[in-house]
Antibody
Framework: QLQLQESGPGLVKPSETLSLTCTVSGGSVVTSSSYWGWVRQPPGKGLEWIGSIFSTGSTSSIPSLKSRVTISVDTSKNEFSLKLTSVTAADTAIYYC?????????WGQGALVTVSS | DIVLTQSPDILSLSPGERATLSCRASQSLSVAYLAWYQQKPGQAPRLLIYDASTRATGIPDRFSGSASGTDFTLTIASLEPDDFAVYYCQQYDVFPETFGQGTKVEIK
């Protein structure tokens, strides 16, 4: 059974870079025709799709975050990562890694990242 | 972007009652690529329905989804105590994928 687990700092200073990793178990990130991605949820608010990476390495992210987002895959560690640069308080959220097939059947448990000095 | 508007924001019902949740898309989806999720406090969302009407693995048949044009509906036939939660719809027909703002189903 596929399991996803986020890890990374829970506190990031404004203007710095948020970095999260999602470790995949019960499956391989190099499975053909597979996507991996990230969704976030500000405390008490709704869900926002951030972006995804295909098994070929091609990525996409929502226009409002595109200039600040990098999603990458590390096949040697069977994990994928999110980097979000120049963060502000508006980036405070629970960040979920996920495996989308359009819809999302597989989610990590979520990692709260707070942006504060 | 496709905007999904869910209604109502809050639905107050008693166990055993029928719940009808609505999700309206700002434009037509070329294919009924719409999903429904349930989220409880402190948990990740759980997939209930995909392709507008297909139940995900392990989802009880009291949950059903339907579509009519730009209007999508999630119906819970008879609310169980475990069903009180927040429900989100999501479209995956057009990039970027978008979610509705959520409907909270609370105990009356």
């Amino acid at each position: 059974q596929l399991q996803l687990q986020e890890s990374g700092p829970g506190l990031v200073k404004p203007s710095e870079t948020l970095s999260l990793t999602c470790t995949v178990s019960g499956g391989s990130v190099v499975t053909s025709s597979s996507y991996w991605g990230w969704v976030r949820q500000p405390p008490g608010k709704g869900l926002e799709w951030i972006g995804s990476i295909f098994s070929t390495g091609s990525t996409s992210s929502i226009p409002s975050l595109k200039s600040r987002v990098t999603i990458s895959v590390d096949t040697s560690k069977n994990e994928f990562s999110l980097k979000l640069t120049s963060v502000t308080a508006a980036d405070t959220a629970i960040y979920y890694c996920m495996r989308p097939a359009g819809y999302i059947a597989n989610w990590g448990q979520g990692a709260l990242v707070t942006v504060s000095s | 972007d496709i905007v999904l508007t869910q209604s109502p924001d809050i639905l107050s019902l008693s166990p055993g009652e029928r719940a009808t949740l609505s999700c309206r898309a700002s434009q037509s989806l070329s294919v009924a690529y719409l999903a429904w999720y349930q989220q409880k406090p402190g948990q990740a969302p759980r997939l209930l329905i995909y392709d507008a009407s297909t139940r995900a693995t392990g989802i009880p048949d009291r949950f059903s989804g339907s579509a009519s044009g730009t209007d999508f509906t999630l119906t819970i036939a008879s609310l169980e105590p475990d069903d009180f939660a927040v429900y989100y719809c999501q479209q995956y027909d057009v990039f970027p994928e978008t979610f509705g703002q959520g409907t909270k189903v609370e105990i009356k």
